[in-house]
Each structure stands twice: as C-alpha cells, then as structure tokens.
C-alpha cells in the first residue's frame, strides 16, 4: 500500500546566498512508493526529488537513490545525492567515512568529512564536439561571435550528457532567456540532457547556466552533474573549478568540483542546509 504522506525533509543544496542554492525534497525512507507515487511528489514540490531506498545489493551498496523531476525519472541527481547523503548523516542514518550508493547511471560514493561537509564522487568524464552547434545556438538565441575565441560546443558527461557553450561575455550569459521548447528540440538532436552555456569569471571561477531538455522546469539553480561535466570539458584541472550558478534566477550557488584523490574520477561538494 502507497503511504499517503510520505515524510518530505526540504533541503536547498549548493546556497552561495540568501535564497540561493537548488531546492531538493527528500524521502529518506521510500519503501512502498512505487514510481507515480515518487514522480508526483516531485510535480507537487516542482523540483527534483531524491528518494532513499535499500540497496539491491547489499554486498556493494548501503543504499540506493531514485530521482524524480516533475516530467520523469533521472539516472542521476549531483544535487540530490549530495543533498539526501548529507542529510543521512545528520540524521545519524550513515556511519563511517563513506557511503555507497546505487543510482541508475552507476555506483557513486559520498565521502564525509569530520565537520559534517559532503562530497559525491563521479567516474572520468567523455567529451566530444557538437558538429550541429547551429541548433545549440538558435535555441539559445545567440550567434557565432557570442562563443568565447577558439572554443568549441562540446557534450561532455561524468553520468549524463550536457552540452557546454562557452561564451565571449558574463553578460550575455546572465541575460539568456531561451525558449524551452526550442532548447528541448536542440538537446534531442545533439543526444544531450541539458544546455549548460559558461563564461569564465575571476580568480579561476566560471559562471554557468542550465536549462534542461525536459526536466519540467525551465532552469536549474544548481547542477552538479553538469559542473562534473564542465571540469571535463575543461580538461580535468589539478586545481580543481569552481562553478556559480543561480544567480540570473536569483538563487545564487557555487558548486566545488576536484579531482578524486582516491581512484579515476572527480569529486562534487558544496553547501548543503535544511531550507528555510
């Protein structure tokens, strides 16, 4: 039998600001809800959902994470398992250094450190040129000299594809404001999930945007997935990157993405706080 109200923690994931970050309902106990009951609660909330589950292989795995946007399920949430792993531990529901986790693009691991903060790995990402950047643009309502000198359109992924536009100016970032029908045609022709269009900020910082092929919604605040795959198309620096996004919705958020001192891969961290 469906539970007819599911205990919903709000959490905001990745807050760079006052009412920033993106917004993540969690269920940490999603036995017994099949998935209409999880896609529904993702409808009403508005955003991305995460719900915890047991594992399927115990041997490999503590846990398992579904995700849900109002349109669909996804393989693969950065800001939801970032969020539904944080709260596990503040809850006291996950001991040790390290959880495994399954999603439907693989197993992840979120790492703890002694004061509470989170990160979530991902595996080594693959990226290739868009041949048809003419459509990227048009959905973006830019031309060719908007790009960034001597870049190229790329899709990039770590668990699920995006397409990184690197533009000349922050300006013409922040004022995009892209037809979602247009940009969902766009994505379904490259084979990509989400247009992420990026300006290079200061002190080693970039800027960037998301809007999704079918999410349900227009635009992310946050998107880890998509800040796994920039780190890529930016050739994996030692350094690590910092990405802000958010802020031309008002919601400002800094995602931290390094590479992974353990094993092939990257690291996703940032921010995580119970909303309101």
């Known amino acids: 039998m469906q539970p007819a109200s599911p205990a919903v923690t709000l959490l905001t994931v990745f807050p760079a600001g006052p009412g920033g970050g993106n917004p993540c309902p969690v269920v940490l106990d999603a036995r017994g809800m099949?998935?209409?009951a999880m896609q529904a609660l993702a409808a009403a909330h508005g955003h991305e959902s995460g719900f915890v589950l047991p594992p399927q292989d115990p041997a490999t795995a503590d846990v398992r994470f579904r995700f849900f946007v109002p349109a669909h399920e996804m393989e693969m949430c950065g800001h939801a398992t970032l969020g539904a792993a944080w709260l596990l531990r503040a809850r006291g529901l996950a001991s040790g250094p390290e959880l495994r986790i399954e999603t439907l693009s693989g197993p992840v691991r979120a790492i703890f450190a002694p004061d509470g903060a989170a990160e979530v790995?991902?595996?080594p990402g693959q990226v290739a040129p868009v041949a048809e950047t003419h459509r990227v643009l048009d959905a973006l309502g830019l031309a060719p000299g908007d790009?960034?000198?001597g870049a190229e359109v790329l899709n990039a992924a770590t668990s699920r594809v995006k397409t990184?536009?690197?533009l000349r100016r922050l300006a013409a970032l922040q004022a995009l404001l892209p037809d979602p029908a247009r940009v969902r045609a766009a994505c379904e022709a490259i084979g990509s999930t989400g247009l992420y269009p990026w300006a290079a900020g200061v002190a080693g910082t970039v800027h960037a945007r998301q809007f999704p092929r079918s999410s349900g919604y227009p635009e992310d605040a946050a998107?880890?997935?998509a800040a796994a795959a920039l780190f890529y198309g930016l050739g994996a620096p030692q350094a690590?990157?910092?990405v802000r996004q958010g802020e031309a919705m008002g919601r400002p958020s800094e995602i931290l993405v390094r590479p992974d001192p353990d094993r092939p891969g990257c690291r996703l961290g940032g921010r995580v706080a119970l909303a309101g």
Do not use: E, R, S
Request: hydrophobic share 40%; aromatic share 0%; no cysteine.
């Open 223 to 225: 998107t880890g997935i």
């Open 240 to 242: 690590g990157l910092t």
């Open 164 to 166: 990184l536009v690197p």
């Open 34 to 36: 099949d998935a209409g």
């Open 121 to 123: 790995t991902q595996p």
């Open 147 to 149: 790009l960034a000198p």
